[in-house]
């Protein structure tokens, strides 16, 4: 009996980590296999992703190793090109499918669990391929703190005004969750950052937040998302609602309310959509193209299958409007992998599954450091209780003890002392001074295959 995990992220994670648990003895006797098939090695805890670009946390502090956690379940790295349910069988490409020529592999299953995740959803806005930067990825966040510091440095060398104005200029797309807890932080370490420039202000900082919508952080409620909104414009940010960004061509950010900002930083988090493995699937999938699903987690009309977070319509039983699903976020997947767990094993003894229900404990979101917003339990909390909320919810919610105690030794050493405000942009390229070296460049510029350090963000739009 092989059961089949794709995707090693929330859902992914914690439905191996609870069936490695509940199927110990069969694994044992080798009655049972659990396979995870991931593009990473790790499972990225997002929320901290913010954190980790600011430099409060390290980032492997924000991920968690599969290998340690599912010790009794085979890891296979690569990317799930195609599921074909019908064969019970999923064509994965390994890291090396491209050098030993033999093509993807070909892993049978018995059972699957289809937890791929969502990627960033862009839109058809000129230049955005080319100048965005992403936020849903450690390399993502650690790429955005070392380019906002390169752009610091970019700022402070010049001798053209323009230059300088663009370099100072950091805009973002989204005010969800992640547009606004990176921005928040990322501001909050800039401020920071610019007393060790001689000719650097805070107030010649500028940062741009853009949100469609009239409203910023809905999961915390009407209320806490105004106080939000006026706490950002308060650091003297600029957020514009009900606001879009029709291109970013040439370095120019052009908004729908017809402003325009020259800028060398565009960073674009405005909402998800499901993993492209899905449309290359023989599994029902909604308009939206998630994997339509039973309220037992089970995918609707295939017997054997089972699906969750991002990438699954689930209907939301608690919910008063008939048709609603849940919400792709962290809370539901990490819910969701439990009862899916539970439902594999009954499954696997002949028993009834259960059907997943929520009861809404609330929302917090981080405002940079010791400020922040939360609606729990139907109380409002801002400032700094609020902060404090958004950092023992996201502790107690971390894997693994190992991961709670560093995390905890880091924010406790990160307040005995100051900020990092080290850029390791050459992370990004590490072979561009050998390269260099190797071919005896006195140093006019990288080499044609190493991409040139500060001149532009990385290419993070995949």
């Known amino acids: 009996m092989r ?46 992703l913010p954190e980790a670009a600011a430099g409060s946390l390290s980032p492997r502090h924000v991920v968690v190793p599969l290998r340690r956690v599912l010790k009794n379940c085979t890891i296979v790295i690569g990317e799930a090109e195609r599921v074909d349910h019908a064969k019970r069988t999923v064509s994965v490409a390994t890291l090396a499918t491209g050098e030993d020529g033999t093509g993807a592999l070909e892993i049978p299953y018995d059972e699957i669990v289809l937890a791929p995740g969502s990627v960033s959803r862009t839109l058809p806005v000129p230049g955005l391929a080319d100048v965005g930067i992403g936020f849903k990825t450690v390399e993502e966040a650690i790429g955005l703190r070392n380019h906002v510091i390169e752009q610091m440095d970019i700022a402070s060398a010049t001798r053209d005004p323009a230059i300088r104005d663009a370099a100072l200029t950091f805009v973002f797309v989204g005010g969800g969750y992640a547009g606004v807890e990176a921005l928040a ?50 650091r003297n ?24 900002f020259p800028t060398r930083t565009l960073v674009w988090t405005a909402g998800v ?74 499954a696997l003894d002949g028993r009834p599954p259960e059907e997943y229900r929520h009861s809404y404990a609330g929302s917090v979101a981080s405002l940079g450091l010791h400020k922040g917003v939360a609606h729990i339990y139907g109380r409002k909390l801002k400032g700094y209780p609020a902060w404090l909320m958004h950092r023992v919810y996201h502790l107690s919610r971390v894997p693994t003890f190992n991961r709670k105690a560093r995390v ?55």
């Not at 509940?22 to 694994?27: A, D, F, S």
Request: glycine share 8%.
């Open 3 to 48: 059961i089949l995990v794709v995707g090693g992220g929330y859902v992914g994670m914690y439905t191996a980590l609870r069936l490695q648990r509940k199927l110990r003895q069969r694994l044992k006797s080798g009655e049972a296999e659990i396979v995870v098939v991931t593009p990473e090695p790790y499972m990225t805890y997002q929320p901290f």
């Open 273 to 346: 959509k499901p993993a492209p493995v899905l449309a290359a699937c023989d599994l029902p999938l909604t308009e939206r193209g998630r994997i339509r699903c039973t309220a037992t987690l089970a995918v609707d009309g295939a017997e054997h299958a089972w699906a969750a977070g991002d990438a699954a319509a689930v209907p939301d039983l608690t919910s008063a409007e008939p048709g609603t699903e849940t919400a792709p976020n962290a809370q539901h997947a990490v819910r969701q992998a439990k009862v899916l767990a539970d439902n594999v094993v009954a």
């Open 185 to 234: 932080e990322l501001e909050d370490m800039a401020r920071y950052t610019s007393r060790y420039y001689h000719n650097i202000k805070p107030s010649d900082l500028r940062w741009i937040l853009v949100e469609a919508t009239g409203r910023i952080l809905p999961e915390v409620g009407e209320t806490m998302g105004g106080y939000a909104v006026r706490e950002l414009r308060g």
């Open 237 to 260: 940010i600029d957020v514009r609602l009900d606001t879009r960004l029709d291109s970013c061509e040439d370095r120019i950010a052009v908004l729908s309310d017809g402003s325009r």
């Open 408 to 462: 905890l030794a880091e924010w406790t050493l990160a307040g005995l002392f100051k900020r990092e405000i080290v850029s390791l942009g050459s992370l990004e390229h590490p072979r561009a001074e050998f390269a260099l070296a190797a071919r005896g460049h006195a140093h006019p510029g990288p080499p044609e295959d190493i991409p040139p350090k500060g001149d532009s963000p990385p290419d993070t739009t995949g």
